[in-house]
């Protein structure tokens, strides 16, 4: 035999898919390709599944049970808004949300939790409810890989998945804001404005990307002007080009359209129907106090009427934001890292704080960029915070004597990790983005289309 032909019989047997080094290579070219994004979703699969046998009540809970139940699930690190509130708003007599009873999350939220509540029992409730959930982590982890597989581990890895991906429905929304987000990333701005809209919808959280989307947008069609002030006229007998400032005037016009189209298309109904147990969700929240908030535990906000309190915030997070837009619209950062820095404004500054809210400032420091050493802080102050909710809430319900020496010797202690680290992460972040001040106009790539044609 030739040497080329023992040359091509070694190819083919190399080739031999039960070859070891053969699938070991597929295998890796598969976790590289198209596909890369399965296993960060299985690991952030894994963590919701824990999560969900941790959680889910046993075959002989009934909802006539749960107020028990829920008071052993604190002492074991177990406790779930989900099940609380399927009692607490009779979620099995099927009442129709925001018509025949007030809930309150924005609409989005409460269909979700009305459509579950149609699984036979606690568990099938539960168990809906987490399947749910669980497909909306899949679908963030798709979403952030799609934009760097380096944020879809971070965020599969996080062992604050485990508490918090079933804790509440906050899941749902930080999907559908990822999704507004990858829409808007891939110029698809009509798209773009529903699925933030959505997100908004289900809480109110995502309206602040959707904010500074639309303000660089806006900032994009100013440059445009400007740039088309500076072009001479052309030449005679020739077509001149649609001005940039006109594609970029539409895709503000798509993404905000399509935003307010599916606000009306959500909203209208129930407005229409019972206007008040619909705006029960904000009139809950204008009135809800709560002393967890940095300007309470430094005490300067200590003995304020709520609607002070709320005025303080309200100028404090506007002039915040206001400078954010103003740095959006001259391209010193990109909606991205304005959102991010401006919610985890809000949350260090707001009167209530749940400790779920940690999963929002990690995603959205995932969408910014922030450096790595944020998302440390971040998780142990997320996981600390369960621990002290837990035990709060244990020792209060059972009346216990330690109370008073853990409201004084370790309740603060956490409140002081929990906002210090949200304020070094926020100030990092801050740094890092002034640092690449004057590369982002480099890193940016343009939204535009010559066309303005994206949807």
Known sequence: MGAGARGDAEEREAA?????????????????????WVAPALAAGGWTLWSYLRLRPPRSVTAHHLAAYERWSWHHLSYSDVLHLYRVHALYNHAAPYIHTAIEYPVLTGL?????????????????????????????????????PRRAWIFALS??????????WDMLAIALMLLGWDAYRRRRYLL???????????KLFPAVLLLFCAAELWGEERSAQTRKGRVAAPAAGRVAAPPEGSAARRNLVRLLGG???????????????????????????????DTSGILYELH???????????????????????????????????????????????????????????VWILVFGLMAGWPGWTYAGIMVAGLVDFVDASITFTLIQSYSRAWSWYWTEVYHLNLALRNSSIAVALAGALWDSRSQRCRLPRLQTSRLRSSGSED
């Open 300 to 358: 300067i906000v200590s003995g304020w009427p709520i609607a002070g309190f709320d005025a303080l915030i309200a100028v404090l997070v506007g002039g915040f934001a206001a400078f954010f837009i103003w740095r959006v619209l001259h391209r010193r950062a990109t909606a991205e890292v304005a959102a991010a820095a401006t919610f985890t404004f809000f949350i260090l500054l707001n009167k209530t704080f749940s400790p779920q809210y940690m």
């Open 159 to 168: 062992p604050l998945l485990v508490f918090y991906a079933l804790l509440n």
């Open 16 to 36: 031999i898919p039960g070859d070891g080094v053969t699938v070991l290579h597929r295998f890796e070219a598969f976790l590289r390709g198209s596909y890369g």
């Open 192 to 202: 773009a404005g529903v699925w933030l809209s959505a997100g908004t919808f289900a």
């Open 259 to 289: 935003s307010v189209a599916f606000a009306a298309v959500v909203n209208l109904p129930f407005v229409a129907l019972n206007p008040v147990k619909w705006g029960d969700f904000y009139s809950f929240n204008a009135t809800r106090h």
């Open 112 to 148: 979700f939790m009305w459509v579950a509540a149609w699984f036979p029992g606690v568990q099938g409730y539960f168990a809906a409810s987490a399947a749910g959930l669980g497909i909306c982590v899949i679908v963030s982890v798709w979403l952030l890989y799609r934009s760097a």
